[in-house]
């Protein structure tokens, strides 16, 4: 049963222009899934994470949660839920405490910040012993983790990711798609990646959609990845 559906989307990346980017593109990504998102710089990868949480509005086509759309839904729930990190890390000068804990103190999401969870999401992602440590002294792929734990405490049912691991060595690759892999696996998380890297969506995703420039104003759809 899929989580996430995309049917017939067509968004330009350019609010002046009615020109689509992407156009009649359909995707499901079910629960537990990891589908990836790939093509070279300028197809539209971003564009596309970005219009399914609403940060860009599609010319046409729908998204919907669970047969739902963001309005049903509502867009505070539905973004809650559906978990934009993208690739440029946003945090503050703060600790990395104070910014896993903010989504909680601002009331953008439900429930509480566990401070135990957020420890033992840091600890797979690398960073154990770091929650007081300033933002600010982090490399930028040790800001990618940060933001990645952030949105994992919200408990999305999908986390759609920006090139995650960008900035990352290998050895520190190897724990975001572990950390993925586990919170996949418990707790049923479905993730939707873009990446330029073929070989991360060949290993660690059951599909791959190819957003090259020929696919556009064609329908789509994601292939096996190991077919």
Partial sequence: MPVLRIEDLAVTADPRSDRPLIAGLSLT???????AVTGPSGCGKTTLLRSIVGLIDPLNGTVTLDDKTPPVVGWPTFRSRVCLVPQRPTLTDHTIQSNLARPFNFKSTAGHYDPDRARALLDRAGLSDEVGRSAATLSQGQQQ???LVRSLLIAPDVLLLDEPTSALDSEAVKLVEALLANEMAERGLSVLIATHDTTQAQRFCTRVLD???????????????HA
């Fill in 29 to 35: 990504v079910g629960r537990g899934e990891a589908v």
């Fill in 145 to 147: 983790r940060v933001c």
């Fill in 211 to 225: 957003l090259s420039p020929l696919c556009v104003n064609k329908k789509t759809v994601g292939e096996p990845a």
